[in-house]
């Protein structure tokens, strides 16, 4: 998936691991003296025998278990075991997803990105393939030459600041003139080898890390666009010349250096970015697929570019004649629909600025990443609930946080993305001028805010689940405070430390079922993608 990215399950679903011996060895001391004053049995109720006891109440624990602070000490041996059987694996995974910046601050940003939401990473990439089957749909209404070939362009951009130029004449001769035929062969190619080249790398960096890695997805789309615009060709008033010799900017190009602090997120080709891109590029699309709408509805109709040229009868599945697909500038813009302008007025304008059905693509790339988030999230929420001390302590509060933070970066991100795109969305009349209007204004500043804002959180997020990990392996979460989930019982709270027979039971069951919800959601996602991903594009005319 040349656009796509793996996504990083939450490394909160490591669960916690019963109470070491240190307090083992406390509750046996405390048997042993005879007074029940304090002894618990799993449900924090009192004991009558001190030898039926398995918990501590918190205040006893404190008192009696100290342990420098009521803590378990630091094991290396148990650390460097549990580190390198649960964390180590997910920290390489990182290495091998598809971040493509060649500067070092955004691929660390990426990162923060994609560990501290998750959420964000998953609604990316089911965009992404909802996208690339959108696109497909649209165009296989079409018949006209280069449709697939258009297709599978657009869709491989979407990883990239995509634009089109404000001259239409542009567009037209990209679309009719047979000399353009090359330029999307030759697009296609370049996109194909670019992918081939970053899969192939990424299979031999291992556990490297991200910054190391020697693929420059950037660097590769705008060298495979440059060169394809080498070879475009252009209708003038006389005849078609090659696009270089004009000094004007091509139809298609890459806007990488673009330098607006409001679409900084953009041409940044790493494809967690993609919901950055989604509606510039959806309008980037619509834009496209008039011009071929156009086309395919003169085809149809055999009406030749130039009206004084007559229709040379092909066979339906071949391409037009050449001589029906040649013309001047201003027929070429007839032709196509353009008449001289790229974004008519009215209705279609607002179809255009925010593409068709978005809404749906919106709300199920939503539904699925914020399923996946808390069905994994949430499957170690239960295990650890469920593991006595049971209820809310601090490894559950731990990975709740990590949960909502990374929903809430979601959030803010997204809204970034819609306020982005109408603050920079002008009506007609503001083509050639700067809308100063107040609510673009203020969607301005609100996308700016809510966008760096979300990524502080991210980053805060990222931290936090890597340092609740090392909390939980070195035995920082294995105190008196957080054993007798204290956030959950309060003054009654207390601490198990003996597991019984019916108490494992009770673990295994949330085990299974945590175990279950978390391979249900993801296959339900990878499902998805399976599914959806590489949808085949309308036929080529031969």
Request: with cysteine; hydrophobic share 45%; net charge positive.
């Amino acid at each position: 998936l040349s656009t796509g990215f793996l996504v990083l399950l939450p490394l909160s679903a490591i669960a916690a691991e019963l109470p070491a011996s240190k307090f083992g060895q406390c509750l046996e001391k405390l048997r042993n003296n005879g007074s029940t004053f304090g002894l618990t049995d799993s449900k924090g109720k009192n004991v009558g025998n001190a030898s039926d006891a398995t918990g501590v109440t918190y205040q006893r624990c404190i008192s009696d278990c100290g342990l420098g602070g009521g803590q378990e000490p630091f094991e290396w041996s148990v650390f460097s075991r549990q580190f390198s059987s649960w964390l180590l694996p997910w920290l390489a995974l990182i290495s091998q997803l598809p971040f493509g910046p060649k500067d070092r601050l955004d691929n660390l940003e990426s990162v923060f990105l994609t560990v501290g939401s998750p959420t964000l990473a998953a609604y990316s990439l089911a965009l992404t393939i909802l996208n690339s089957r959108w696109i497909s749909r649209l165009f296989s209404k079409y018949t006209y030459p280069n449709v697939g070939n258009a297709v599978r362009a657009l869709s491989s951009l979407q990883q990239s600041p995509l634009r089109l130029s404000d001259d239409t004449a542009l567009l037209s001769s990209l679309v009719v003139l047979p000399q353009n035929d090359k330029w999307w062969k030759e697009l296609i190619e370049w996109l194909h080898d670019l992918r081939e080249s970053v899969n192939a790398s990424g299979q031999g960096v291992g556990s490297l890390w991200l910054w190391l890695l020697p693929i420059v997805i950037g660097d590769g789309l705008r060298n495979a666009m440059e060169r394809a615009n080498m070879l475009a060709h252009v209708a003038t008033e006389t005849q078609p010349i090659p696009a270089r010799e004009l000094p004007q900017p091509r139809a298609m190009f890459l806007a990488l250096t673009e330098d607006d602090s409001l679409r900084c997120d953009e041409r940044i080709t790493a494809p967690i970015y993609n919901y950055a891109r989604f509606l510039p590029w959806v309008e980037t699309v619509e834009k496209v697929s008039d011009v071929f709408r156009a086309a395919s509805a003169r085809y149809h109709r055999h009406e030749s570019v130039d009206p004084l040229v007559h229709w040379v009868n092909v066979d339906p599945s071949e391409k037009p004649h050449e001589r029906n697909r040649i013309g001047n500038r201003l027929q070429l813009e007839w032709y196509c629909g353009m008449q001289g302008r790229l974004s008519p007025t009215g209705n279609d304008v607002r179809r255009r600025r925010w593409g068709s059905n978005i809404t749906s693509r919106i709300i199920i790339a939503s539904a699925l990443a914020v399923l996946l988030t808390w069905g994994t999230v949430g499957a170690a929420i239960v295990i650890v609930w469920h593991t006595p001390t049971t209820g809310l302590g601090c490894r559950s509060a731990s990975y709740i946080l990590f949960g909502v933070l990374s929903t809430l970066v979601w959030i803010m991100l997204l809204s970034s993305s819609i306020f982005s795109h109408f603050a920079l969305s002008k009506p007609h009349s503001f083509k050639d001028h700067p809308d100063r209007s107040w609510p673009r204004v203020i969607a301005r500043r609100l996308s700016i805010t809510l966008r760096r804002l979300g990524k502080l959180v991210a980053a805060f997020n990222a931290i936090w689940i890597v340092a609740t990990c090392f909390f939980q392996f070195s035995n920082f979460y294995d105190r008196c405070y957080c054993n007798s989930s204290v956030f959950q019982w309060r003054d009654a709270a207390y601490n198990v430390i003996a597991i019984t027979d019916a108490d494992a039971g009770e673990m295994k069951s949330a085990w299974i079922g945590g175990t279950c919800l978390a391979a249900a959601t993801a296959a339900i996602f990878i499902g998805f993608v399976i599914t959806y991903i590489n949808p085949p594009p309308p036929e080529e005319l031969h």
